[in-house]
């Protein structure tokens, strides 16, 4: 396994709030931005010091970096250079690094676009959801079909041809015809990856709360069924299988080449330092893995700085940090969870979990006590066990939760 670390850097502002969506982001003012790059790259300096507190290794290079959120793209060019700057003042980034940007369509100025491929950003994900403009806008995105076709021709113009289209089955107004024409569209776009979600509602969104509350307003009443939307989700599979868009993991589907290098140290435990609200990292150490996530608050994580205080990453007197540093406890990864996680993550993946290698790393006892819930979730036709490796079936691949909990380890449980 490479040592090379990936680094998540969280931006929470978006430009509306999507009906479905309660991440940590929002419509925040544009004033924050540049309160919350500092405290970014604040936060960057101070990360050695606190892994080293608790032994961690930042490991020798980063070779992926991904801007999530939120919508990054809304970041000037001058805030993208402040990131970089101190990105590369506390990290090797390889010259090869595959770098991400998340983008919603029609919200990439020209300036940021050409100075993130100066800093050499070479990969975006455009938060499509549909191409039928009726489904979008009932979910509060801004955009028309229009435009996400005029933004993947820009940005190949400016030379990036790595792209992510992300899909939403399940969107209010949505149908088997409007949803196969989404696909469809998506795969004439020629793009190397597409990313297909089921639409999952926040009970705390304004659309969640509608649907427990029999509203009208955000469209409650037009969201498909549950069992209509995982129909369209297996059938997206075998379109975009059919079409040489491959799937490789639960949500995820490339051609030959193009999968996803940062998302893939996800699922294949690699270590990832995240930078943010609510950004999350996994780092190795002596004992395993140490996994910490930041604050999903945006005004405490400012907050630090308006008290003043010394930015602390991790409080290692206590081993967990108090409501006003950037970081929740540190949860110091043992054996028997780091077999259950690669289990779990490895499963998500297509080509499953290679058995040879989890005893390699974990001994047979673990993997012969994991034996009977394994075999029963085969019995149900979730799974498909091999003497040397398993994978979910298409079925489980769709109740891919239900297996999880399934697996949990007793004494874990
Ligand atoms: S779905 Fe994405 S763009 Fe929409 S509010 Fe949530 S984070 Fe922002």
């Known amino acids: 396994m490479s040592d090379a670390v990936g680094i998540y850097i969280s931006i929470p502002f978006c430009k509306a709030k999507c009906t479905f969506c309660n991440f940590a982001s929002g419509a925040f003012g544009a004033e924050r931005m540049p309160r919350y790059v500092d405290r970014l790259c604040e936060e960057m300096r101070a990360v050695r010091a606190g892994a080293d507190r608790i032994s961690a290794s930042l490991g020798g290079s980063v070779d992926t970096v991904y801007f999530g959120g939120g919508t990054p793209s809304l970041l000037s060019a001058t805030q993208f250079r402040q990131i970089f700057d101190a990105l590369r003042g506390e990290f090797d980034v390889a010259r090869d690094a595959e770098i991400t940007l998340e983008c919603a369509p029609g919200q990439l100025g020209d300036e940021t676009l050409d100075e993130l491929q100066r800093q050499g950003m070479n990969r975006i994900s455009f938060g499509v959801q549909s191409f039928v403009d009726r489904e979008s806008a009932a979910v509060g995105r801004l955009h028309t079909r229009e435009q996400c076709e005029a933004e993947i021709a820009r940005v190949r113009r400016a030379g990036v041809g790595e792209i992510n289209l992300?899909?939403?089955?399940?969107?209010?107004?949505?149908?088997?015809?409007?949803?196969?024409?989404?696909?469809?569209?998506?795969?004439?776009?020629?793009?190397?990856?597409?990313?297909?979600?089921?639409?999952?509602?926040?009970?705390?969104?304004?659309?969640?709360?509608?649907?427990?509350?029999?509203?009208?307003?955000?469209?409650?009443?037009?969201?498909?069924?549950?069992?209509?939307?995982?129909?369209?989700?297996?059938?997206?599979?075998?379109?975009?299988?059919?079409?040489?868009?491959?799937?490789?993991?639960?949500?995820?589907?490339?051609?030959?080449?193009?999968?996803?290098?940062?998302?893939?140290?996800?699922?294949?435990?690699?270590?990832?330092?995240?930078?943010?609200?609510?950004?999350?990292?996994?780092?190795?150490?002596?004992?395993?893995?140490?996994?910490?996530?930041?604050?999903?608050?945006?005004?405490?994580?400012?907050?630090?700085?308006?008290?003043?205080?010394p930015l602390r990453l991790f409080d290692s007197s206590q081993g967990v940090s108090s409501s006003s540093s950037f970081c929740s406890d540190v949860d110091h990864i043992g054996a028997e969870a780091a077999f259950e996680e690669s289990l779990f993550l490895g499963l998500r993946l297509n080509e499953g979990v290679d058995l040879d290698r989890v005893r390699d790393q974990f001994g047979d006892a673990m993997l012969r006590a994991a034996m009977p819930a394994l075999l029963e979730v085969q019995d149900a036709g979730l799974l498909e066990l091999y003497s040397d490796r398993m994978r979910l079936t298409t079925r489980g691949r769709l109740v891919s939760n239900e297996v999880f909990s399934r697996l949990l380890i007793p004494s874990a449980a």
């Not at 024409?181 to 020629?190: G, L, P, T």
């Not at 304004?206 to 369209?232: C, F, H, I, K, N």
């Not at 609510?278 to 910490?292: C, I, K, N, P, Q």
């Open 166 to 309: 992300d899909l939403i089955a399940g969107l209010p107004h949505q149908t088997e015809e409007s949803w196969k024409f989404s696909v469809d569209q998506a795969i004439a776009s020629e793009v190397p990856h597409v990313s297909v979600y089921l639409l999952e509602v926040d009970e705390d969104s304004r659309l969640g709360r509608e649907m427990l509350e029999q509203g009208t307003r955000y469209g409650a009443a037009a969201v498909p069924s549950e069992d209509d939307a995982a129909g369209w989700y297996e059938q997206a599979c075998l379109t975009l299988d059919d079409a040489g868009v491959g799937q490789y993991e639960i949500s995820n589907f490339a051609r030959s080449g193009h999968r996803s290098r940062h998302n893939l140290k996800y699922w294949t435990r690699q270590p990832y330092l995240g930078f943010g609200v609510d950004a999350h990292s996994m780092l190795l150490t002596a004992e395993g893995a140490a996994r910490f996530a930041n604050t999903d608050d945006l005004e405490t994580y400012l907050g630090v700085v308006v008290e003043g205080g």
